[in-house]
């Protein structure tokens, strides 16, 4: 059975930092890449970050990069999300997601149940 966990989420101040993992497990993710996706209340859920398993090419959304920083240890399965320099507006469900294209929902073939990020300000 395939598996994607995630953790790390909280609560947090404006400012700080939370790396969120995202543990793989039932089958090799070696041919996916690895996405996290967030929903905030209200709103649509929209791309975060995005890394090839077997590779070293890393993808950001605009409003994260500079910020937010995915990386994988592959002998452990799993991907993370380290979240720096947190502010209010990056507050919602973080979701890492298997899938065969870098920033698709529609393409994405596994899910984690999700994670909450709470920033207050």
């Known amino acids: 059975q395939v598996q994607l966990v995630e953790s790390g989420g909280g609560l947090v101040q404006a400012g700080d930092s939370l790396r969120l993992s995202c543990a793989a497990s039932?089958?090799?993710?070696?041919?996916?890449?690895m996405n996290w996706f967030r929903q905030a209340p209200g709103k649509e859920r929209e791309f975060v970050a995005a890394?090839?398993?077997?590779?070293?090419?890393?993808y950001y959304a605009a409003s994260v990069k500079g910020r937010f920083t995915i990386s994988r240890n592959n002998a452990k399965n799993t991907v993370y999300l380290q979240m720096n320099n947190l502010k209010p507006e990056d507050s919602a469900v973080y979701y890492c997601?298997?899938?065969?294209?870098?920033?698709?929902?529609?393409?994405?073939?596994?899910w984690g149940q999700g994670t909450q990020v709470t920033v207050s300000s």
């Open positions: 890394i090839r398993w077997s590779g070293i090419s890393t």
């Open positions: 997601a298997a899938g065969r294209v870098v920033a698709s929902i529609s393409e994405s073939d596994y």
């Open positions: 039932g089958r090799s993710f070696s041919r996916y890449v």
